[in-house]
């Protein structure tokens, strides 16, 4: 390697500035908090799986990463076959076949990682992102009322990043596909069907109609279908509505029945009116999920699409166990929500390091009380740093603002004699002295 | 697929129970917390970088996992040539590289994830594990300050996880190196020698006096290093000897002059003086520590070999950014450790939720009552759950237990029409009657 290194990230393998990073640390302790809050336990599984595994539930091969050793002369074949995960869902399925007899059910689970998908390269596009999803197995039956404690933890995240207001939107895929079935399609067809109305918020009326057109649905068909979507209102005007006009569509009506109880059990959760809604039009593009789904959009910013999704799903793992495992989760896309947000300016990264406190001594003898200090500041629960180096004190001062450090502790020879430090606050400038053992910040 | 899938983790990429997951993320947090507590920054580097680069910084190509997708008949060549990292330092010295301009330094951050390495599986050798590691990387120089407060992170760290006895052993590879070179040693040959009695702990003083010997050392060279190494008693006593007996030893008394500061540095952050000793013999196999080096040992435990190691080293990334920057970190094996602690019993594992709480109600018509209930006890700072599916009270009592829920509140008819529930303590088995709003649990 004479020739200058290429030393960027491979292409879709993104990373953080320093100070992006620190609002990822504090937004994954939020969502790590949320999650525990509501009894999830952690369960980290291999980036690595079999690809079979990955395959079998639905992995494209084209976009499945498998791992080769850079030299492998040895014929050693354990490092065959193997392959990253690109979703944390098919992982859950694999620990719960792995783990059947010692898990309890209902299993509430959260993740948080990376994933890779060896996608085309472009923007907002990545190949490593990392999701955090939490799901909620159960054991041939699960309660819906499962399903609406999601709404209320998606809230609660939301609420604690302080990103602005949003909105869960809640459906049910048996209503639509109901409706489908009403307008003469075929719940096998459905599918591309659901797909198409999916994307109404996205592409329009005027689009998805058109779609529905080529799909070879009459005009009438169209009508009722766009009608249903933009049934609009409180969530019990909707399904009151929908109770008395499609009496006699019994899929929908399950899916009625069902989003009743979430909606009900929503709101015994106490979550606030204005912050989550029925939206008839969503489905949701994963074909796996059957009853329940959930999406939510910043109010302002739809245009990001759905920040936080999920749904209910009838079958988490039987080619893996033989067992019936319905399901019920919610999935973040971190790594490109992060990105989205610094990008549209919703989120800002200032502060790099995670210091409340940088200590500084005017001359280096002073330096081993200067590190005392920091250990006696870090006692009362503070963050501290020390500038250890031997610079002048506008580059010690200069590093606090670069690295965001709101106040600088500083000890000097005089001080020194007098038992006392000098405090400066790096956002106003203004300084004092004060009682070594007086100092108590924020 | 129509034969059993196997589901097994593919070999050597293992993963936890939930319970020892509840464990690991215990740790986690704690890790996390110490970091940040002195100032060091999270920054997280892709799993993935240029295969070239990680060759480049010494990494073994039997060992180096490269991606290939599944399919790629598109000829896509951008997925090509990467491959994924097997240790933190050089994706940190690619990060170093790419963000210098971006960078203060002193650069301090931390970082915990995962790495992999192609090795031939066997026990305790894992091909995907976590490593967490710290660093300071300075420009041009270093103050040996920040070596001093790595055993105090160390010790932090061990101390809040309360594992037990255990003591940081602290050694400068130069003090080796001069006495290497005054037995004869060439410094060009020194790293065989040092790798040698680096084993002294693992393999004894017998099987490295014979080691040596087989090199072609005379006798009465390796009786001087194991006299040398021999040399025990406390940090001053260590010093004052080397200082006296080996005066113009110069690269020896240059390692005397810098370990020297790191003791006081280290005693200066208020480290106990049981918690650290200078040991002579420790070198670090890697050959890029050129200083201080750090072993952690748990007393009583020494055959598991170091459970948090790290170093000194003069160039982190030259060959990257043309510029000398020397840093100091440690790094823990944490899968490894954690593994290792579960097979020997020191660590426990029993309880997989983390839900102080679990919420019962006897009848389907009181959940959305308990519903209600448990969004009270989350306000109140507890982590709650709610058991929601059509159960026996026995069966959702065995729940809680086999997660390890300490408590259950339990809502029925009865206490519903007098504003108690029933509290009850799943370890003594002890139910008392509770005003609802008087519950404050723990």
Same mark, same amino acid.
């Given at each position: 390697m004479s020739q200058k290194p290429n030393i960027l990230t491979p292409s879709g393998f993104p990373e953080f500035t320093p100070a992006q990073e620190r609002v990822a640390q504090d937004w994954l302790n939020v969502i790590r908090d949320v999650f525990e809050k509501y009894g999830f336990m952690p369960i980290t599984t291999p980036l690595v799986e079999r690809e079979d595994n990955l395959v079998a539930k639905g992995g494209n091969p084209k976009e499945i990463y498998v791992l080769k050793r850079l030299l492998d002369e040895d014929g050693d074949r354990s490092h065959s076959g193997n392959a990253v995960r690109f979703d944390h869902t098919v992982p859950l399925a694999l620990y719960v076949a792995r783990h059947l007899s010692e898990i309890s059910? #209902?299993?509430?689970?959260?993740?948080?990682?990376? &994933?890779?998908?060896?996608?085309?390269?472009?923007?907002?596009?990545?190949?490593?992102?990392?999701?955090?999803?939490?799901?909620?197995?159960?054991?041939?039956?699960?309660?819906?009322?499962?399903?609406?404690?999601? #709404? &209320?933890?998606?809230?609660?995240?939301?609420?604690?990043?302080?990103?602005?207001?949003?909105? &869960?939107?809640?459906?049910?895929?048996?209503?639509?596909?109901?409706?489908?079935?009403?307008? @003469?399609?075929? %719940?096998?067809?459905?599918? *591309?069907?659901?797909?198409?109305?999916?994307?109404?918020? *996205?592409?329009? $009326?005027?689009?998805?109609?058109?779609?529905?057109?080529?799909?070879?649905?009459?005009?009438?068909?169209?009508?009722?279908?766009?009608?249903?979507? $933009?049934?609009?209102?409180? #969530?019990?005007?909707?399904?009151?509505?929908? %109770? *008395?006009? !499609?009496?006699?569509? %019994?899929?929908?009506? $399950?899916?009625?029945? %069902?989003?009743?109880? &979430?909606?009900?059990?929503?709101?015994?959760?106490?979550?606030?009116?204005?912050?989550?809604?029925?939206?008839?039009?969503?489905?949701?593009?994963?074909?796996?999920?059957?009853?329940?789904?959930?999406?939510?959009?910043?109010?302002?910013?739809?245009?990001?699409?759905?920040?936080?999704?999920?749904?209910? !799903?009838?079958?988490?793992?039987?080619?893996f166990t033989g067992k019936k495992l319905p399901g019920v989760g919610i999935s973040m896309g971190f790594t490109r929500l992060l990105h989205q947000l610094f990008d549209a300016g919703i989120l800002k990264a200032e502060k790099s390091s995670p210091s409340d406190i940088l200590v500084i001594a005017t001359e280096p003898e002073l330096l #081993?009380?200067?590190?005392?200090?920091?250990?006696?500041?870090?006692?009362? @629960?503070?963050?501290?740093?020390?500038?250890v180096e031997v610079k002048k004190l506008a580059k010690q001062f200069d590093y606090a603002n670069k690295l965001g450090i709101g106040t600088c502790v500083v000890i000097g020879p005089k001080e020194m004699g007098k038992g006392t430090v000098i405090v400066k606050n790096m956002e106003t400038g203004e300084q004092a002295e004060v009682e070594r053992k007086d100092i108590r910040l924020q």
């Open positions: 059910f #209902p299993f509430r689970r959260y993740v948080i990682g990376p &994933v890779m998908r060896g996608e085309r390269a472009q923007k907002g596009r990545y190949r490593q992102f990392d999701q955090c999803d939490i799901d909620v197995i159960g054991s041939e039956k699960l309660s819906f009322l499962n399903d609406a404690q999601m #709404p &209320v933890i998606i809230a609660e995240i939301f609420e604690q990043l302080n990103i602005g207001d949003f909105i &869960v939107r809640i459906n049910n895929r048996k209503i639509l596909k109901g409706l489908l079935a009403l307008v @003469g399609i075929a %719940e096998i067809d459905a599918k *591309k069907y659901l797909d198409i109305v999916d994307d109404l918020e *996205k592409i329009g $009326e005027k689009k998805v109609s058109d779609l529905l057109g080529k799909e070879g649905l009459s005009s009438d068909a169209i009508a009722k279908i766009l009608a249903f979507c $933009e049934l609009k209102g409180d #969530p019990d005007s909707i399904l009151q509505t929908l %109770e *008395k006009d !499609y009496l006699d569509v %019994e899929l929908l009506q $399950e899916g009625v029945t %069902e989003l009743r109880q &979430v909606i009900e059990g929503v709101r015994a959760l106490g979550l606030a009116e204005d912050r989550f809604k029925i939206d008839l039009s969503i489905a949701r593009g994963l074909d796996y999920y059957t009853g329940t789904v959930f999406e939510t959009h910043l109010v302002g910013y739809e245009s990001l699409g759905s920040i936080c999704s999920g749904g209910r !799903y009838e079958d988490l793992a039987q080619i #081993p009380e200067a590190l005392k200090l920091a250990s006696e500041l870090r006692s009362a @629960g503070n963050k501290v740093e020390n500038y």
